[in-house]
């Protein structure tokens, strides 16, 4: 049986929470590793590639906000 991070070695990812969205781009964050994921279009959710991260803080009214979408 495989664990979760041999999961999450092999691409499966699973986002947790809420998954931020612009475009094609979507970021999260992996309830299993708990890594910073992105995909874009319909792939495969991976981590953010390296010396790269994802800021995460609550939108000011004046910048443009990403749409949430909840997972299930």
Partial sequence: MLTFAQLCG???HRPGGTVAAN???SVSRCMRCDKEI?????????T???????VWRKADMHEMSWP???VE
């Fill in 10 to 12: 092999l691409r499966l």
């Fill in 23 to 25: 475009g094609a781009l």
């Fill in 38 to 46: 992105m995909r874009q279009g319909g792939g495969l959710w991976r």
């Fill in 48 to 54: 953010t590639p390296p010396h790269s991260r994802i």
């Fill in 68 to 70: 949430m979408q909840d």
